[in-house]
């Protein structure tokens, strides 16, 4: 099992920062191959569904972002702690949801493993 931990959420005004966390850790998550998958972040906003946001493979090289966050969020990884980055600036309302990480099959935009618990952005107009 690989458990997932997100964290850094909060209230935030339109136009604001925040930076989210995400820490992987479990026996499965340290003995897999790491060129098969990336580290990816998902929202879901109240009466929708989850979406992809974006990701990162595990050399850097590989990041994709959902349209809406291109210019605004930036993904990065640090592989030593088994922790995930989501930097989100100039935050619109919209951008108002539960924020999950999850694995990424590679070149998808597949979650491989058991959702956290995710951690709330709410942005206030």
């Known amino acids: 099992q690989v458990q997932l931990v997100e964290s850094g959420g909060g209230l935030v005004q339109a136009g604001g920062s925040l930076r989210l966390s995400c820490a992987a850790s479990g026996r499965t998550f340290s003995t897999r191959t790491f060129s098969t998958y990336s580290m990816g972040w998902f929202r879901q906003a109240p009466g929708k569904e989850r979406e992809f946001v974006a990701s990162i493979s595990w050399s850097g090289g590989n990041i994709y972002y959902r349209d809406s966050v291109k210019g605004r969020f930036s993904i990065s990884r640090d592989n030593a702690k088994n922790t995930v980055y989501l930097q989100m600036n100039s935050l619109f309302p919209e951008d108002t949801a539960v924020y999950y990480c999850?694995?990424?099959?590679?070149?998808?935009?597949?979650?491989?493993?058991?959702w956290g618990k995710g951690t709330l952005v709410t942005v206030s107009s």
């Open positions: 999850n694995t990424v099959r590679f070149g998808t935009t597949d979650p491989m493993d058991d």
